[in-house]
C-alpha cells in the first residue's frame, strides 16, 4: 500500500478506534459476494500471510484491513479468515496490529517455521509443528513513512501474533520499502530461508538470505523488468513444477528436478489496462539469484481486477508433488475507494492452483506459461436452478437470432457455467461466423445486464460491464466498460470457458485456464440474474451459397449457487 | 497485415478492380481528420516506407491502402501521400502493387540508396541521388500465404516502383514472414544494409546484413521479450541520440558516439489495453545483433489506437544530429473494420519527433526512455477562434464546480490545446483537491461531448469517449470508453498537457511527451466542439480549517484549428 492512494474524503471524517477490533461476524449485505472472501465490514486490500495448514486442511487467508471504514486509511491491520474449502470463509478478527495507530502493518506473508528455526516456538510444546507460524510484514511509521519489515510470531495456530522484540528484521531507511515474502529454499540438505522485498520506486526485487528469519543477508537483486508502470509491489517466488517438454524450460527443468521458478511482480499505478495489475517471469533460483529463462512478461490475469497476487506457503500435496496456489485482489486503485458496495468494500479472487506449462500462445509456438484453474469443489457446493443452451438442437439464425434461458427459481446471484463453441479451423470464415454473445440479465430490472461475447475477426472474448443502471458505473472515471483478451483455441479446435459469476465479480477461465479474464461488476443491489439471452451477434451471408450462413456450434451449461454449504 | 483480421461482410460483395486505382483526390466528408493522413477513400491500415526526401524537404508516407472498399480485403496496395509540414497531405496514388490482385503488397520499408549499392539507378543519371528511393516489402501469395521479402526500386522520387526481376530477396517458405524494416548501418568507414523481420507467430526478430538490398545474410534474432500477445509485428529499428546522464545507459551511449539503439515492435492481437499496440526495448546494436541495455518493455503509447509505429529513414537533421521521427496507425484490430466513417476507414497519427533521455518514472528513479513531440508548426496552421482558462482567475469552487468557455464561432472540430496544472508536492492532499474533468461538447448536439480529466488519487489522466449518440460506439464489443494513463509531473512539480483533436482523434502527450495517449472517438457527424465545460470532480472540505478546500491551479489555452494552410 502507499501514499498516493489516499482517500478523498468528501463530507465526513472517519474516526479511528484505538482498539483493535474484535468483531468477527461479517453484516450481510445484498451485494455481497457468496464464496468469494470478502472484509466483514470496513475496507479490505492486498491478500496478506497466506499459508495453508497442512494438518488441518485450512486455508488462511490474511488482507489488508481497515476497520473504521470502507476506504484505505491508516491505522491499517491485517484481517483474518479461513476455510476448509477456499469457498466458506471464517473471520477470525485482526491478527496483525501496527504499533501505533498512525501507522499501518502492512504487506507481507507467513511461513510455518516447523523446524523452530526462529526459536520463538521453544516453549510452546503444544503447538503443532505444522502450525508455527511467523508472519513477516511491513511497518510504516508514521514520523517518517520509513518502511521496515517486522517479524511477529504466533503460538494458536495463525489467529494472533505476538510481535519479535528486536524488530525491524531489515530497515534501509527508505520509504519504499515493502512487501516482504518468505519462502523455504530447499536444496538436498541445504536449507534456508529466503525473502523478496520490492524496492517499489526502483522498479527493483531484492532478495535475502537467513538461517533463522531475524538475521537477514542480502543476496542479489532483480530490477527493470517487463512492464514497469510507477512501481513494483507485492513480489511473489514460487517453485513450481514444469510440466512442458520445450526448449531452454525443458532443459533447465531437467537440471532442477524438474522444477522451475516463477516471480509475480504487482505494478500499480500504471498498468496498460489502466491501474493495477500483475505479471509474471519464469525462470530458475539457485536460493540466491532468479535468472529469467527468457525475457517476456506474461499477464497473470488479463481483467482490470486482479492485484497483488499472494502465493500460500504450503498447498496440498498431490501425490509427491508440491502444489502451488495463489489469491489475489479482486480490485483496481483507480476506482477500489469508491465502488458501490455498502459497508465493506473489495474481495479476492478464488484460491488458483498455478501450474506451469506449455501454452501455444500462437499457432505451432510454445512457450511456457503459468495456467490457472479456480479451487471450487461441485461437493461443497449447494445448486439452484440450472440452464443449458446448445446450438445444434435450439437453432439460432438470421430469423432468430436470440433465444432466453429463464433461471430464475432460485435467484442468488451466484452462477457458475462453461461455454464451449467452434470456429471452423480455427479461424472465422465466411461461412462459419462465430460471432455470439450472452447477456446475464437482472431478473428485477431486465433492463441490466452483464454481457460477454466472442468475436472470432477479433481473436477476442469480451466482458461489457457497462449495461446497469448503477451510476457510478458510468461516473467513475476509471471503471472501463468493455474488458477483453485474445483466446487461443484448446488442442482440439475448440473454444471454451469456465466462469463464476458472484454478485459483483466475473472470472473467466478460458480453455486450459492459461488466460483468465476477472472483473468486477455492479448492477442494482438485489437485481440478480434471472436470465439469460444468447444471441447471434451478426449473421453472415454466404455469397457462395447464396443462403444466411450455418450458425455456429455453441453450448452453455449453467448452474445458480445458492451457497457453499460443505457441511 | 494478417488472416485474423478479415471482416465479415454483412449484405453487400466488395467487387474488385483489376486495375491500380488513379484517383488521387480525397472526397470531402465531414468527419475526415484535417491535419492527419487518412485515405483518399478506401481503407488504409499499417504505414509503410517512411522516408525523408532531404532534398525537397519532403515527409513520404505510404500506407497499407485497399482502394475498393473500407475494410481490409486483398488485393492490398501501398498508397502513398507525401506532406511538406506533416499536416498538409497531398495523396499521389498507388505506389506499390502486389503481383496478384489476389494478394497483397504486405507492409514494410524505404531506404534512400544514395550510392546506388543495388545498381538500380545506374540509369537513372538524372535522378538526384537523395531520391534513389527503394521500397523493401512482404509478398504474400495468394495460392500458399507464404509471405517473402520482395523489393522495389523508384526512379521517380517515391511516386511509383518498379519490382526487382529477382524478387525475393528474401523467403523461408512461411505464412509469419513479414513486414521488413531495412535500416543503412554505419561505423566508420564500414556500412552495410541492416533489414529487421518478424517472424511474428515465433515472437522473434530476424536481423540480417547486406551490401545491395538484393542479397541478404541471416546475422541474428532478438526473441520472447517483453509483452509477446498473439504475435509481434512491424520491427523497427533506430539509432538514436540517448540525451541522458544515467547508468548503463550512459556508459554504453558514451561507447557508441553519444548514440545508443531502439527496436520497436507491435504486438496485435493481446495487447493489454486491448488488441493492437506497440511496445520498444532500449539496447545496442554492432550491425549484427541488438543487445538490450535492460529489459524493461516500454509502452510508445498509452491509448487504443496507436498500432504499427514506423521510423522515417531520414529526419531533417538538427545541426549535426540526426534525428529520429516516427508515425503510427490510430486505429486497433479489435474494431477497425466497423468505424462509423464513411468513404474511409482510419488515419495515421501525427508525426512524432522521438528522443532518447532520462525520465523520472517514480519519485528519484531516472530511466532511459523516449519522448514524443508531435511535428506540429504553429506557422503552417490557421486558427480560428481561441478559449482559455485560468483557475487563478475564474475560481472553481464548491458553489460554482463548472466553468462554460464558448469557442463556436469557427466551428471545424479541430482544437490544439494546452493544459496545465498543480498539485502540492506532486501529491494529491485533502486541501488541494486537483481533480477536474473537460467536457469538449458539441455544438449541435451539446449532450455529445468528448470528456478528459485528471484525479490525483488515482495518479492518473483519462479520456472518456463514451459520451456519444453514435450507437456504434455502444454496440461494438470492444470500443472501450475510459481509457488512462499514470502521469508523472514535470521537474518543477507541476503537470501538463498538450493535446490535438482532429475530428475523430485525440492525441495527448505529457510533460515533456515521455507518456502519450492516442485514441479515436466518435460524435454524430458534424457535430464539432463549440465549448468546453472545465468542472471540478469533487470538493474536498478541509475539517483542519473548516473551510471547504482551495481551488487547484488549471489553465487551459484552446484554439480552433481551421486548417493547415501553409502558403
Known amino acids: 500500500m502507499k501514499l498516493s492512494s489516499l482517500i478523498l474524503i468528501l463530507t465526513t471524517i472517519s474516526f479511528v478506534s484505538t482498539d483493535v477490533p474484535k468483531i468477527t461476524t461479517p453484516v450481510n449485505s445484498i451485494n455481497r459476494p457468496v464464496i468469494h472472501l470478502t472484509p466483514p465490514y470496513g475496507w479490505m486490500n492486498d491478500p496478506n500471510g497466506l499459508w495453508y495448514d497442512e494438518k488441518d486442511s485450512l486455508w488462511h487467508v490474511y488482507y489488508q484491513f481497515n476497520p473504521n471504514a470502507t476506504h484505505w486509511n491508516l491505522p491499517l491491520y491485517w484481517g483474518h479468515a479461513t476455510s476448509p474449502d477456499g469457498l466458506n470463509w471464517n473471520h477470525t478478527g485482526v491478527a496483525v496490529a501496527p504499533y501505533d495507530k498512525k501507522s499501518g502493518a ?6 510455518v517455521d516447523d523446524e523452530n528455526t526462529s526459536g520463538f516456538f521453544s516453549g510452546a510444546t503444544e503447538l503443532d509443528q505444522s502450525k508455527r507460524v511467523i508472519a513477516i510484514w511491513t511497518f510504516n511509521h508514521h514520523n517518517s513513512w520509513a518502511e521496515s519489515q517486522y517479524i511477529s510470531y504466533s503460538i494458536d495456530g495463525g489467529v494472533s501474533f505476538k510481535d519479535y522484540r528486536m524488530n525491524p528484521v531489515a530497515s534501509i531507511n527508505s520509504t519504499q520499502y515493502r512487501d516482504p515474502q518468505v519462502i523455504k529454499y530447499v536444496n538436498g540438505n541445504d536449507k534456508w530461508w529466503v525473502m523478496s522485498v520490492a524496492k517499489s520506486h526502483q522498479y527493483r526485487i531484492q532478495f535475502y538470505k537467513s538461517n533463522n528469519l531475524k538475521n537477514w543477508k542480502r543476496t542479489s537483486y532483480f530490477e527493470l523488468y517487463g512492464l514497469l508502470g510507477y512501481q513494483y509491489e507485492c513480489p511473489n517466488l514460487a517453485k513450481i513444477r514444469y510440466e512442458g517438454e520445450t526448449g531452454d524450460w525443458k532443459t533447465q527443468a531437467d537440471k532442477n528436478g524438474g522444477y522451475l521458478w516463477v ?5 500499480n499505478p500504471g498498468s496498460l489496462q489502466g491501474g493495477s495489475s500483475t505479471e509474471y517471469f519464469i525462470g530458475t533460483f539457485d536460493g540466491l539469484a532468479f535468472t529469467p529463462i527468457k525475457n517476456y512478461a506474461a499477464p497473470i490475469d488479463y481483467g482490470k481486477d486482479f492485484y497483488a497476487l499472494q502465493v500460500f506457503f504450503n498447498s496440498p500435496k498431490d501425490g509427491d508433488n508440491s502444489q502451488v496456489h495463489a489469491i489475489a485482489w479482486t480490485s483496481n486503485w483507480q476506482y477500489c475507494a469508491t465502488v ?21 500462445s500462437a499457432p505451432g509456438t510454445k512457450i511456457a506459461f503459468i495456467k490457472s484453474t479456480p479451487l471450487i469443489n461441485n461437493e461443497n457446493l449447494r445448486f439452484g436452478s440450472t440452464a443449458s443452451f446448445d446450438s445444434t438442437t435450439t437453432k439460432l439464425d438470421y430469423f432468430h437470432p436470440k433465444h432466453t434461458i429463464d433461471f430464475s427459481d432460485s435467484l442468488n446471484g451466484v452462477i457458475k457455467f462453461t461455454l464451449t463453441w467452434t470456429v471452423t479451423n480455427g479461424q472465422w470464415t465466411k461461412s462459419n461466423p462465430a460471432n455470439f454473445y450472452l447477456d446475464f440479465k437482472g431478473y428485477a430490472l431486465p433492463d441490466e445486464y452483464l454481457r460477454i461475447g466472442y468475436q472470432a475477426e477479433a481473436g477476442a472474448f469480451f466482458v461489457d460491464r457497462g449495461n446497469t443502471n448503477v451510476e457510478w458505473v458510468h461516473t467513475n472515471r476509471f471503471f472501463t466498460d468493455k474488458i477483453s483478451v485474445n483466446v487461443q483455441p484448446n488442442s482440439d479446435g475448440s473454444y471454451s470457458v469456465n466462469g463464476i459469476i458472484d454478485r459483483n465479480i466475473i472470472e473467466l477461465y478460458f ?13 442494482t443491489g438485489g437485481n440478480f440474474i434471472g436470465s439469460v439471452d444468447v444471441s447471434l451477434d451478426m449473421i453472415a451471408y454466404d455469397f457462395d451459397k447464396n443462403q444466411y450462413c450455418e450458425p455456429f456450434t455453441l453450448k452453455l451449461e449453467a448452474q445458480q449457487i445458492l451457497d457453499a454449504n460443505n457441511s
Chains 1, 2 share one sequence.
Open 340 to 360: 458501490p458496495t455498502d459497508n465493506w468494500r473489495s474481495s479476492m479472487s478464488l484460491i488458483r492452483k498455478l501450474q506451469l506449462t506449455d501454452f501455444e
Open 263 to 267: 516471480l509475480f511482480i504487482s505494478i
Open 511 to 523: 480453455g486450459e485456464g492459461f488466460q483468465v479474464l476477472t472483473n468486477t461488476f455492479f448492477m
Open 106 to 111: 502492512y504487506s507481507g506473508s507467513c511461513v
